[in-house]
């Protein structure tokens, strides 16, 4: 069965951390690239960052200091690390997951809250 994973969400209170990870079922092979995404309420869904096989990672200018991407050695799971939260980056994340085709598959979303 395909399927995409979202864990670690949950409540943090301001300038807290979470780690979220993202597991890809063992049916998805190739993948190309796993990213993270966020949708807070009534916004769009916008992107945070990549990692690729080799490691190479890229993020959105908003993230950049405050969130890291890695990956398992299998390259089945990737994680998002999130430090000094913010009210503002209460969302639900999301996970896509990329092979080749390309053909995308989304996970159904953790939520993190942040608030004092």
């Known amino acids: 069965q395909v399927q995409v994973v979202e864990s670690g969400g949950g409540s943090v209170q301001p300038g807290g951390s979470l780690r979220l990870s993202c597991e890809a079922s063992k049916s998805i092979v190739g993948i190309l690239a796993m990213a993270w995404y966020r949708q807070a309420p009534g916004k769009q869904r916008d992107f945070l960052g990549s990692?690729?096989?080799?490691?190479?990672?890229d993020y959105a200018d908003s993230v950049k200091g405050r969130f890291t991407i890695s990956r398992n050695v299998a390259f089945n799971t990737a994680y998002l690390q999130m430090n000094n939260l913010k009210p503002e980056d209460t969302a639900i994340y999301y996970c896509?997951?990329?092979?080749?085709?390309?053909?995308?598959?989304w996970g159904q979303g953790t939520s993190v809250t942040v608030s004092a």
């Open positions: 896509k997951v990329v092979r080749a085709g390309p053909i995308e598959y």
């Open positions: 990692i690729r096989p080799n490691g190479f990672t």
